[in-house]
């Protein structure tokens, strides 16, 4: 089942000489529960992909498909409600409420929403997150690589159609690197997440069921990992 559907997107940044093709013409699909890597050099377009696919970032021409609906048409209000559903943002420096607790870190969007927490789920996911014992602390009081499992916590905690990860590992030592993308191909696995994760580094890239390469705005190739 087709859970993503990008036609035909450009992005242009600057005009005349100075014009640059971010994106150039990218499309692709993404089937519900793909683990899918893409990686590319610094300024091949891979970020303002993922930001245009989470609606923070609007392209020059083409569509974005979320779960059958058009994001593009949505306004500014309908859209801050999309992110916040049907999107979960993981970032490469964390984003984390600094006078929120680990707990209120991770239940933000509900909380956001107006929902009930699901406390069962809840305590399934600190635990898989190794949070126990970190639940009551601040991100100050935290590793970075504590922080980071607790910015994959909130993206989970909304159970959205698609989650997006942006150079999650970048901020991280090789081990701690490596405990993330686990945490990723677990949350694939056990949760049937769909995941796009950005990443410059090929080895981490291979943790993931295919991997699309971007260079200068286009997709170079799109392969299967085996």
Wanted: hydrophobic residues 40%; proline residues 2%.
């Amino acid at each position: 089942m087709e859970i993503l559907k990008v036609c035909d997107l450009v992005k242009n940044y600057g005009q005349g000489d100075t014009l640059v093709k971010a994106l150039d013409h990218v499309s692709f699909t993404v089937e519900k529960g793909e683990f899918v890597a893409i990686v590319g050099a610094s300024g091949s377009g891979k970020s303002t992909l993922l930001h245009i696919i989470g609606g923070v970032d609007r392209p020059n021409s083409g569509k974005v498909f979320v779960d059958g609906e058009d994001i593009l048409k949505l306004n500014e209000n309908n859209l801050a409600i999309f992110r916040r559903r049907q999107v979960g943002l993981i970032y490469q420096f964390y984003n984390l409420i600094p006078i929120l607790n680990v707990k209120e870190n991770i239940t933000l969007p509900i909380l956001l929403d107006n929902k009930r927490i699901d406390e069962t789920y809840l305590d399934e996911l600190i635990h898989i997150l190794g949070l126990n014992n970190r639940i009551y602390h601040l991100p100050n009081e935290l590793s970075g690589g504590e922080q980071q499992r607790v910015s994959i916590g909130r993206a989970l905690m909304n159970r959205s159609a698609i989650l997006l990860a942006d150079e999650p590992t970048g901020n991280l030592d090789s081990k701690n690197s490596q405990e993330i993308v686990d945490l990723l191909k677990m949350s694939n696995k056990k949760y049937k997440q769909t995941i796009l994760m950005i990443t410059h580094d090929h080895n981490l890239a291979l943790s993931a069921d295919r991997i699309i390469t971007i260079k200068d705005g286009k997709i170079i190739s799109d392969e299967k990992n085996i």
